[in-house]
Every structure is written in structure tokens, then in C-alpha cells.
């Protein structure tokens, strides 16, 4: 089952994982998160300003599809049009809320078949009637392997998904409507998402949590092979302008990449730091500090860290840039990407939520 969909343990509540928010006036657009009420874990609004209030200064959110909140009934291709209307009915009650809260669902990143073709125009069309200008795109996972272990069997794929003449149909409707695609997939399926983003230059793609690493069950032990592989992929896929990369989603089971005291002793953010170093440098060397953004992908990363860890961890590994290539990766890239021009006009306008947690600026 796809990592993102397994119930994690709530590693914020567990001891030793409260650190002082590092850099704590450096702004934030969290590029990645989802919001669910699921069997063995529920993370809502609440969830989410709650981690928020950590220390960071998180200034706003993109939303992106999880299967969660789907309309009970109707056309099954329509269903996800509940989740949509879910994230809008935040992202309004936010926009209406004090300055100061942060802007949750500012972009909105809904779930599509594009095997339906051209007739999946209509659904596009019905996303965009219920989120408003604050739906941005689709991602309809993509991920593949051979372990049908490593998979999650809501989302169906095959090895060429990508090169389908009917789901190209259906990409190109993006186009159309000016919509971007977040793709997630595993490492091994780039160079069929290079051959995609070179026969649709006009489609903004954004590739998730760095490229899909994977390390566990038959990847177990196989770093080195894994990483030769991902890399060589990567800065192919990194000569195609259209194409962004989120730099996250490396605390998922998956990666196999573990954690300091998997044992029950939480991670600490320059522990995690150590770890993600080898896989985020190489994107921004790849893609460059204007093509990369960071992202929590909470709740779905949770069992492996705290919000307020995993943060501190990036700004570790951001440590050396300058002040505006930390700007980059950390809230304008996402501004930008996602079209969200009215953040991005207040965003430094507005104050900070901060509580006792927060440390000194270090920068």
C-alpha cells in the first residue's frame, strides 16, 4: 500500500521531539499537505494550525488530494469533487479569519482520471466550479512497481500509464484549462515523466517528495544502485523548464531512508538533516534554487518526525544559501508555481504566529 495512505504513529506527541524552531522569521508556504479523517488517524484544521503554531512562520498552505471527503454518491469520476469543495470551505473560512491566521487550502490540488480522455473535461470543469480561484491542478498518482506491496490500490497504474494515448488525452486537457500536475511516482518512472514533459512543454509539472526514492523490500540495501539510478534521472528530467520538484515526502516507510531511534525514540532535526542531505541538494544542484520547494507532506511524513522537527531539519539543509534562495525554496518558488498572487502580495504584510517554542533568528 502507498505510503502516504498507511496510519502512522504520532510522533509529535511522543517524548524527545520538541525542538526550538530554528530561523523562526523565515516565511513559509508549505508546498504539501492533506487534511483526512481516516481509521488509526485523523489530522483536520485543527491538526494542522496546531502544528503550525510550533515555532515556524508558516504563512500559508497548498492542499493536494488524498481520497479524503469524497461525495458518497453520484458518477464515481465526480467524487472527488467533495474533496475540493472540503479544502474551498477551509481556504474561505481562512481568508476570512484575522490576518494573522495562516492561509490554510491556498491552493487547492484535486484528484482527476486522465484515462477518461477528453471526458474528463467536465470534471475539470466541475473542480474549478467548487474550489474557485484557489483550485490550482490535479495529481492523479502514478506510482508503479512490480511489488504490487509497494503500491496503493485505490489509485491504479501500470508501467505505461504514462505513454497512454488516452491518458495523454486527458493530460492535455490541463493544458486547456491552465491547470498544473503534481506527479507523484517512483524514481524509476522518470524518464517515461521526461518523455511526458517534453510532449507537453506548456503544462507546469511538479514532482513530488524528490522523485519517489525507494529503499524498502526488494530496495532494501540497494542505496547505492537506487541513488546512481534516481540521480541520472533526475537531471534528465531536470533539462525539461516545465518541470518543479517538492522537496519532502523522505520521512514516508518507502524510502527506507529510517530515522535515528526507530526504536520509539523520535528523530531530531539535525539527525534528519544528515539523512535528507544526499537526495535534496542533488534537486536543487539539478533543477536550481527557482525550479525546487520544500514541503511538510504532513500527515503522511508524522511517523517520522514532528512538524516543527522536519522544518528545522530543511533550514539545516538551507543553512548556507543566501537570504533570498531561502526565500526561494521555502515560499516564493510555491507562490509563484501555484499562482497564488495574493499571498504572495500579503504575505509579508501580515504577522507571524509564534508561541513560546521559538528561537532566536540564526541566520
Given at each position: 500500500?502507498?505510503?502516504?495512505?498507511?496510519?502512522?504513529?504520532?510522533?509529535?506527541?511522543?517524548?524527545?521531539?520538541?525542538?526550538?524552531?530554528?530561523?523562526?522569521?523565515?516565511?513559509?508556504?508549505?508546498?504539501?499537505?492533506?487534511?483526512?479523517?481516516?481509521?488509526?488517524?485523523?489530522?483536520?484544521?485543527?491538526?494542522?494550525?496546531?502544528?503550525?503554531?510550533?515555532?515556524?512562520?508558516?504563512?500559508?498552505?497548498?492542499?493536494?488530494?488524498?481520497?479524503?471527503?469524497?461525495?458518497?454518491?453520484?458518477?464515481?469520476?465526480?467524487?472527488?469533487?467533495?474533496?475540493?469543495?472540503?479544502?474551498?470551505?477551509?481556504?474561505?473560512?481562512?481568508?476570512?479569519?484575522?490576518?494573522?491566521?495562516?492561509?490554510?487550502?491556498?491552493?487547492?490540488?484535486?484528484?482527476?482520471?486522465?484515462?477518461?480522455?477528453?471526458?474528463?473535461?467536465?470534471?475539470?470543469?466541475?473542480?474549478?466550479?467548487?474550489?474557485?480561484?484557489?483550485?490550482?491542478?490535479?495529481?492523479?498518482?502514478?506510482?508503479?512497481?512490480?511489488?504490487?506491496?509497494?503500491?496503493?490500490?485505490?489509485?491504479?497504474?501500470?508501467?505505461?500509464?504514462?505513454?497512454?494515448?488516452?491518458?495523454?488525452?486527458?493530460?492535455?486537457?490541463?493544458?486547456?484549462?491552465?491547470?498544473?500536475?503534481?506527479?507523484?511516482?517512483?524514481?524509476?518512472?522518470?524518464?517515461?515523466?521526461?518523455?511526458?514533459?517534453?510532449?507537453?512543454?506548456?503544462?507546469?509539472?511538479?514532482?513530488?517528495?524528490?522523485?519517489?526514492?525507494?529503499?524498502t523490500r526488494g530496495y532494501e540495501g540497494q542505496a547505492a544502485q537506487v541513488r546512481t539510478?534516481?540521480?541520472?534521472?533526475?537531471?534528465?528530467?531536470?533539462?525539461?523548464?516545465?518541470?518543479?520538484?517538492?522537496?519532502?515526502?523522505?520521512?514516508?516507510?518507502?524510502?527506507?531512508?529510517?530515522?535515528?531511534?526507530?526504536?520509539?525514540?523520535?528523530?531530531?532535526?539535525?539527525?534528519?538533516?544528515?539523512?535528507?542531505?544526499?537526495?535534496?541538494?542533488?534537486?536543487?544542484?539539478?533543477?536550481?534554487?527557482?525550479?525546487?520547494?520544500?514541503?511538510?507532506?504532513?500527515?503522511?511524513?508524522?511517523?517520522?518526525?514532528?512538524?516543527?522537527?522536519?522544518?528545522?531539519?530543511?533550514?539545516?539543509?538551507?543553512?548556507?544559501?543566501t537570504s533570498d534562495e531561502k526565500d526561494l525554496l521555502f515560499w516564493r518558488n510555491a507562490?509563484?508555481?501555484?499562482?497564488l498572487a495574493d499571498v504572495s502580495k500579503t504575505i509579508t504584510q501580515t504577522p507571524a504566529?509564534?508561541?513560546?517554542?521559538?528561537?532566536?533568528?540564526?541566520?
Amino acid at each position: 500500500m502507498n505510503g502516504q495512505d498507511q496510519p502512522h504513529g504520532d510522533a509529535c506527541r511522543l517524548p524527545g521531539t520538541r525542538e526550538l524552531a530554528l530561523d523562526p522569521d523565515q516565511l513559509i508556504i508549505d508546498a504539501h499537505h492533506h487534511l483526512y479523517d481516516r481509521p488509526g488517524i485523523r489530522y483536520l484544521l485543527n491538526d494542522m494550525l496546531t502544528d503550525i503554531c510550533s515555532g515556524h512562520d508558516v504563512r500559508a498552505t497548498v492542499y493536494v488530494q488524498a481520497r479524503s471527503m469524497l461525495r458518497e454518491h453520484g458518477p464515481e469520476a465526480f467524487k472527488a469533487i467533495g474533496e475540493t469543495a472540503f479544502a474551498h470551505d477551509i481556504a474561505l473560512a481562512c481568508d476570512k479569519a484575522p490576518p494573522e491566521v495562516p492561509r490554510i487550502c491556498a491552493g487547492i490540488v484535486g484528484y482527476a482520471d486522465l484515462t477518461l480522455g477528453e471526458r474528463v473535461r467536465p470534471v475539470l470543469e466541475s473542480h474549478m466550479g467548487a474550489g474557485g480561484n484557489y483550485f490550482k491542478g490535479i495529481r492523479q498518482p502514478l506510482a508503479w512497481d512490480k511489488d504490487i506491496e509497494l503500491l496503493n490500490p485505490a489509485y491504479p497504474s501500470h508501467p505505461g500509464l504514462l505513454d497512454d494515448k488516452t491518458f495523454r488525452r486527458g493530460f492535455a486537457q490541463l493544458g486547456r484549462f491552465g491547470l498544473s500536475f503534481d506527479a507523484w511516482l517512483f524514481f524509476h518512472q522518470l524518464p517515461r515523466l521526461t518523455a511526458l514533459a517534453r510532449d507537453f512543454p506548456s503544462v507546469n509539472i511538479i514532482l513530488n517528495h524528490c522523485g519517489g526514492v525507494l529503499g524498502t523490500r526488494g530496495y532494501e540495501g540497494q542505496a547505492a544502485q537506487v541513488r546512481t539510478q534516481w540521480l541520472q534521472n533526475m537531471r534528465e528530467l531536470a533539462r525539461c523548464d516545465n518541470v518543479t520538484v517538492k522537496l519532502g515526502g523522505l520521512g514516508l516507510p518507502m524510502t527506507g531512508l529510517g530515522w535515528p531511534g526507530q526504536g520509539g525514540t523520535p528523530a531530531n532535526s539535525q539527525a534528519l538533516a544528515d539523512i535528507w542531505r544526499p537526495w535534496i541538494e542533488p534537486c536543487i544542484d539539478a533543477f536550481g534554487v527557482t525550479r525546487c520547494m520544500f514541503e511538510s507532506n504532513f500527515p503522511a511524513d508524522r511517523g517520522s518526525h514532528s512538524y516543527c522537527v522536519g522544518w528545522n531539519a530543511l533550514k539545516r539543509i538551507a543553512q548556507a544559501a543566501t537570504s533570498d534562495e531561502k526565500d526561494l525554496l521555502f515560499w516564493r518558488n510555491a507562490a509563484r508555481i501555484y499562482r497564488l498572487a495574493d499571498v504572495s502580495k500579503t504575505i509579508t504584510q501580515t504577522p507571524a504566529i509564534q508561541d513560546q517554542t521559538a528561537a532566536p533568528k540564526s541566520r
